[in-house]
């Protein structure tokens, strides 16, 4: 079991080195959204691999200019281990939302209007779209 937790945390680490030295936008090898390739349509996670490179960067400005989907699903991840230490480490109890059954929901809302509104070719939805 810890085995797999630490070929997890080995992998992420590799992953975040590549993305940290690597920028997508010059690369040829790391895959492309077959989506956007084949029909034009950015989907939702468009431009995740380019927010990362910048995100490792301190680029906060270049993360939203990429996905702006992908600092949402940032601080989820932060709300959730926030939580979850705290319940683990100070033996509380409190409520995770993550977990909440309309949370789903929210978020399949959220993720598919983040969709359409960026692919309206039009000011200010272009902002959304990759850059």
Same mark, same amino acid.
């Given at each position: 079991?810890k085995?797999?937790?630490l070929g997890?945390?080995l992998? @992420?680490i590799?992953l975040a080195f590549l993305?940290f030295?690597?920028? =997508?936008?010059?690369?040829n090898? %790391? =895959?492309?959204?077959?989506l956007?390739k084949?029909?034009? +349509?950015?989907?939702?996670?468009?431009?995740s691999?380019?927010a990362t $490179?910048q %995100?490792?960067?301190f680029?906060? +400005?270049?993360? !939203?200019?990429?996905n702006?989907?992908?600092v949402?699903?940032? @601080?989820?991840i932060?709300? $959730?281990l926030i939580?979850?230490?705290?319940n683990y480490? !100070?033996?509380?109890n409190y409520?995770?939302?993550?977990?909440h =059954?309309?949370?789903v929901i929210?978020?399949? +809302?959220?993720?598919i209007?983040f969709?359409? %509104?960026?692919n309206?070719? !039009?000011?200010p !939805?272009? %902002?959304?779209? =990759? $850059?």
């Open positions: 079991m085995l797999k937790y997890m945390l992998l @992420l590799v993305y030295f690597i920028n =997508p936008n010059q690369v090898f %790391l =895959p492309k959204c077959p956007y084949t029909t034009g +349509i950015y989907c939702p996670g468009c431009g691999q380019r $490179h %995100l490792l960067n680029n906060i +400005i270049g993360v !939203f200019q990429q702006a989907l992908f949402l699903g940032l @601080l989820l932060v709300y $959730h939580v979850t230490g705290i480490y !100070f033996k509380k409520f995770n939302y993550i977990y =059954p309309k949370t929210v978020l399949i +809302i959220i993720t209007i969709w359409i %509104l960026r309206i070719p !039009f000011y !939805f272009t %902002l959304l779209a =990759p $850059h």
